[in-house]
């Protein structure tokens, strides 16, 4: 468990929840349990990047913990449900103390005024989120299931993406199905770096990609 590698020099604990990327989550009261046996000097960093996307009753944002306690942290990004990647806007909900570190620690001018504006036009817009959500929660299952049809092992996902293994039983590898799939103009995410040579990780596209994946997925199983 974490707390079994917490030492002397530990400082800070990073936690992506949902996680990416295998798109699982920790429950909250498992993240109040790690908060109440960590020692009160190390931060405990909640990344809740994909938190428009969970249905779980098991998980709550920790902002309400973050209130209370002068150790927690929670992060939030601008990137997934808001579709403003590129913008690169974030924000945190922090202590002070944190705050002003960070303050220290940033370069100047770190998110640009258009940014900013964008930002906060696109919290305004919550009818875009609501859209991206009943849109994420129509095609997860179906893309879920369709993978599952063709022989692939997918984990459960709390986000906007699927990652899934090409397994033994299949007649190809997962290097042959992320060409084969770039040939249709299909870029998925190999997962080398996380040590899963086997898997990929796709993300939920607009209807026409989503569409094309099925389609080229069940080419390749003829």
Same mark, same amino acid.
Not at 122 to 136: F, M, T
């Given at each position: 468990?974490?707390?079994? #590698?917490?030492?002397?020099?530990t400082?800070?604990?990073?936690?992506a929840?949902?996680?990416?990327?295998t798109?699982?989550m920790?429950?909250?009261e498992?993240?109040?349990d790690?908060?109440?046996?960590?020692?009160?000097k190390?931060?405990?960093?909640?990344?809740?990047?994909y938190?428009e996307?969970?249905?779980?009753?098991?998980?709550? =944002?920790?902002?309400?913990?973050?209130?209370?306690?002068?150790?927690?942290?929670?992060?939030?990004?601008?990137?997934k449900?808001?579709?403003?990647?590129?913008?690169r806007?974030?924000?945190?909900?922090?202590?002070?103390?944190?705050?002003?570190? #960070?303050?220290?620690?940033?370069?100047?001018?770190?998110?640009?005024?258009?940014?900013?504006?964008?930002?906060?036009?696109?919290?305004?817009?919550?009818?875009?989120?609501?859209?991206?959500?009943?849109?994420?929660?129509?095609?997860?299952?179906?893309?879920?299931?369709?993978?599952?049809?063709?022989?692939?092992?997918?984990?459960?996902?709390?986000?906007?993406?699927?990652?899934?293994?090409?397994?033994?039983?299949? =007649?190809?590898?997962?290097?042959?199905?992320?060409?084969?799939?770039?040939s249709?103009?299909?870029?998925?995410?190999?997962?080398?770096?996380?040590?899963?040579?086997?898997?990929?990780?796709?993300?939920?596209?607009?209807?026409?990609a989503?569409?094309? #994946?099925?389609?080229? #997925?069940?080419?390749?199983?003829?």
């Amino acid at each position: 468990s974490i707390l079994d #590698l917490v030492n002397n020099s530990t400082k800070m604990i990073f936690i992506a929840n949902p996680n990416n990327p295998t798109g699982t989550m920790v429950s909250y009261e498992d993240l109040i349990d790690l908060h109440k046996n960590l020692p009160s000097k190390i931060l405990l960093i909640i990344d809740e990047a994909y938190i428009e996307y969970v249905n779980d009753d098991d998980y709550s =944002s920790f902002i309400s913990l973050a209130e209370d306690n002068n150790n927690i942290v929670v992060t939030r990004t601008f990137s997934k449900a808001y579709g403003l990647a590129g913008l690169r806007v974030g924000w945190a909900y922090c202590p002070d103390e944190v705050i002003d570190v #960070l303050g220290r620690l940033r370069i100047p001018f770190s998110v640009n005024s258009t940014a900013q504006k964008v930002a906060v036009a696109a919290v305004n817009d919550q009818n875009h989120i609501l859209k991206s959500i009943e849109h994420n929660n129509l095609w997860l299952p179906k893309i879920m299931k369709e993978l599952d049809s063709l022989g692939y092992l997918t984990i459960p996902s709390n986000c906007n993406f699927i990652l899934f293994q090409v397994s033994n039983n299949l =007649s190809f590898d997962a290097n042959h199905v992320f060409d084969y799939l770039c040939s249709k103009g299909l870029i998925l995410r190999q997962m080398h770096e996380y040590n899963l040579p086997d898997f990929l990780r796709v993300s939920i596209g607009n209807d026409e990609a989503n569409n094309l #994946l099925i389609k080229s #997925l069940k080419e390749l199983s003829q």
